[in-house]
């Protein structure tokens, strides 16, 4: 049997009162809630690599053979995320990856392809991660509606947590959201026309059809979980294809995390298997360019991944930015003396020699004395023995807070910069900034995980290190 | 180490320092011809051209690097070098100055430290990135990384700093060549914006554009220069870890500044500092550095420094003053000329000729540098014969 076996997610500690993005002359239409934003030092990619912390807590990474990465939102046109993805989470060398992008639905197709992989046998674990952050004009309409955030899933063959027993896809060609390039904020037609001739005339041929070919009806499912453009949307495609909008389908979330992109059906699902019974159904319905359907049966595996952080612990933790100028400041929108992409960048040869340190934020540990380090030496800083050192990875260590400053001379887009000196469990220090966290609760001894975050935009390209934030 | 290598064996005969500021007027070759000329005519040199055999010279931002002090003062057919040690490198070309005449090489050599960090365009020392995991990070960032520990461990605070940044302000007034002069009160250094916790922009020095110079002979020389002359007793510089990677660091102390002083006093022959030093110039770059220096210099106990601030010990009517000419605080701090200054004030004060902020019966002076991240620090003891 080949399916899910793990899963996690990755929503950004950062929420935008929607009422906040009222203003500049314009009517606050934004209505109630919050939506779920990235913090300046966080994208797509970085939002993918927490969420894949999460899904494989409490699994050897060496047991990952694939990573397959969904986003509309990635940096590069040329240059893979897959693979820095995967180096962030220090996975074999030989690992296979692959980025889908350029749909809404690369989430839901990824989870096929990884899902295939295994079942074809070219891979035994496949890591699929869908993550989005993507930019909307400020003010649109469209920003109201998007958010933030990943989900990752671990496809492998045994322990599954659930199976896909049926798929339906549909292809379509409709200019109805879109994104060329070069350009930063997505475009839309019309609302209603996308909402009807895109959105609701797909996704229900995908779910009739999926109907038709699985024998299934709505009543064999416990819960729809539907892609929705909007906050009401979904009801319709649920109506028309026979589900209970009300009883029957998965809280889309709007009013807490917003349209995540190619991640939301996949946060969905997280959502629903979080829930879920062993013996359930879930219908998965995603929308872009055409709509696929799947058919997931949840295993008597699935209660124990519950533990692991996903959908509801990230809502629970949140903190509030409500200083819309700010919000613009953090995706390069606002006009600013100092400009964060500025600069030369950095030398491709130093993150070419420095990427065990930096990307797999590897310390060293020496072999003869075990005293640890970092960044690398290459003589002991205790016993001077010279290159005789083992790579320890310290990303998915904790450690402590020996030092700190608040720097408001930095440059941060959100002074004060939080600077520490963390020990991480087993002895290494390092020079970090600390993320998601607030000057007061900063303290010596103060307990901190590891989370991979942009370090700069020098040069205009996201530059990655490790940063700390206080445990959650 | 042969402690005795370098005491009482090379004189300062003449010292130099020009206007230190935001020298916008002014280019390094105005500034170094400034000083120069001052130490010439100090020294009573009337021959600088024949009488000068070597020239050692301490910038970090230099542009042209040596060219520029030997076209400034059209000293050629000689050596001339330039040093560099973060904030320590006045210190240093003096270190190396001081070798070239106690190995016999030379009879008398011209020691230069200049900066002009306000041609950058930057107001305060810059934030600055290097390589792929470069934070944005300030000097300011790196100096209070011993605040936190400290000041949980020995109960100090922002108020026992403050008062460092108001006695410096207070010295600067009196010194007729600082860039500050300006009285501040301790509510003035609490109530200012933060620049990098605990640092207010009154606990951070200036950045200003300076330059110093000294004229160093041997020994046997210096009485056919002045009466007045200065002995150098000890030059040291030592480095330590790197605070932020050290696996060990306490976060109590800038380990530079006491492997340093161990060379020093060794050199010197001073077993008691706080007794046999009479005066000081400590790197106040910022309030909390000149707090671990007089602790990491042994003038007090570890722990004690916020005692002996509240009692005045380093005031300039306290027992033992320190930054008698208000520091890098007033002076500001253009790297290379900072060891020179400082220098140049001791040499002023143990002359007797330091004016309104004169030190009574001063015959033994320090001066001390740290810089880096820090990791290095530079010292001189120089005393009357």
Redesign the interface.
Known sequence: MVGITSHGAHIPMLRLPLSAIAGGGRKATGGSGEKAIANFDEDCVTMAVAAATNCLEGIDRAAVDGVLFASTSYAYKEKQAASIVAKALDLRRDVVTADLADSLRAGTTALRAGIDAVKAGSARNVLVIASDCRLAAPRSALERNIGDGAAAFLIGDSEVAAVVDHYHFIADEIIDVWRTDGQPFVRSWEDRFVVEHGYSDNVVEAVKGLLQKSGLGPKDFTKAVLYSPDARSYAGVARATGFDAKTQVQDPLFGKLGNTGCAFAPMLLVAALEEAKPGSRLLLANYGDGAEALAITVTEHAGKLRAKRGIQWHLDRRAELSDYDKYLNFRNLQPSEFDRRAGQGVSATVHFRDRDEDISFHGHKCRRCGTMQFPFQRVCFKCFAKDDFEQVRLSDKYGKVMSHTFDFFAGSPDPPLIVCIIEVDGGARVYMQMTDASPKEVKLELPVEFTFRKIHEYGGTPNYFWKCTPIR | MNPDAIRDKVAIVGMGCCQFGENWDKSPEDMIVEAAFEAYEDAGLDNPQQQIEAVFCGSVYPSKGTAEVADALKLFGRPVSLVQNYCATGTDAFRYGVFSIACGLYDTVLVVGFDKPKDRGVS?PS?V?T????????P??WF??????YF?TYGAGREDLAKIAVKNHHNGTLAPKSMIKKEITVDDVLKA??????FGLYDCCAQSDGAAVAVLTKRELAKSFRDDYVLVKAVAIALA?N???????D?LRWKPTVHAAKQAYAQAGIGNPFKEIDIAQVHDCFTMTELLTYEDLGLCEKGSAKDHIANGTFELTGELPVNTDGGLKTFGHPTGATGVRMLYENYKQLQGKAEQRQVKNATIALSHNLGGAPQTCGLTIVGMP
């Open positions: 305060g934030a990135t390589g792929v995991r470069g934070l944005p990070m300030t300011a960032g209070s990384l011993c605040a936190a520990k949980e914006p933060l620049i990098s916790w605990p870890e605070p932020q990677s050290d696996p060990s660091f976060f």
